[in-house]
């Protein structure tokens, strides 16, 4: 059976009811459309639109099962399977990203550290020993690595994007504040923190 591609507007928006869903009462068996929808600030037409591409319709009167339908959407993000992944940048970020403990229950494990400064190498951070850029492509082998983050400087994020796409990453999740040139086969999603507080105080001018 051919699988339906889901538009990115509502697979962004997959994680958001997974979340809210998970912050629901452990008594809530159902949820209705209004009530999701209230949650996640969406309208319930646009809940009901995003969860039939998942086969869940509800059932009018009840709603949706909280557990199936969590599920479903944990199943559509891949958070039912172990996805290694591997932290490019010891500095602050990246030091705080390996020492979160909170990656695994979400279906990801750091397998590896890296950075180019040999005083970092070695030293240990979440369980892990800082390697340098030369382990890199060997270390995404052995584990089947497909996803990499970035938290190098953004001098240093192209070379680092390049190394991971030609090590077999195929997914990168950029935090440096950078856009950085990767094949079209590879998938990027950017993190940029200080472009996301122009957007916030963008909005906080046209409040006055």
Request: hydrophobic content about 40%; proline content about 4%.
């Amino acid at each position: 059976m051919k699988r339906i591609t889901i538009p990115k507007a509502t697979v962004a928006r997959l994680p958001v009811y997974l979340q809210c869903l998970e912050s629901l009462p452990g008594q809530s068996a159902t949820v209705s459309s209004e009530t999701l929808a209230n949650i996640a600030s969406v309208t319930s037409a646009k809940v009901r639109k995003d969860l039939s591409y998942l086969g869940s319709h509800g059932v009018r009167g009840v709603g949706y099962d909280v557990e199936q339908l969590c599920l479903l959407i944990r199943k559509e993000l891949g958070l039912t399977e172990d996805w290694p992944v591997v932290i490019v940048g010891v500095g602050n970020l990246g030091s705080a990203l390996a020492n979160y403990g909170g990656f695994g229950s979400s279906g990801y494990r750091v397998v590896g550290v890296y950075d180019a400064d040999p005083s970092k190498i070695g030293r240990g951070i979440g369980g892990l020993i800082v390697r340098g850029l030369a382990d890199l492509s060997g270390d995404v082998e052995s584990n089947r690595v497909s996803i990499g983050i970035i938290t190098t400087p953004a001098s240093a994020a192209q070379e680092i994007a390049e190394l991971l796409t030609t090590a077999g990453v195929g997914s990168i999740l950029n935090f440096a504040p950078v856009v950085v040139r990767v094949p079209p086969t590879t998938r990027v999603r950017n993190v940029d923190l200080a472009t996301e507080l122009q957007i916030l105080s963008y909005y906080s001018v046209q409040a006055r």
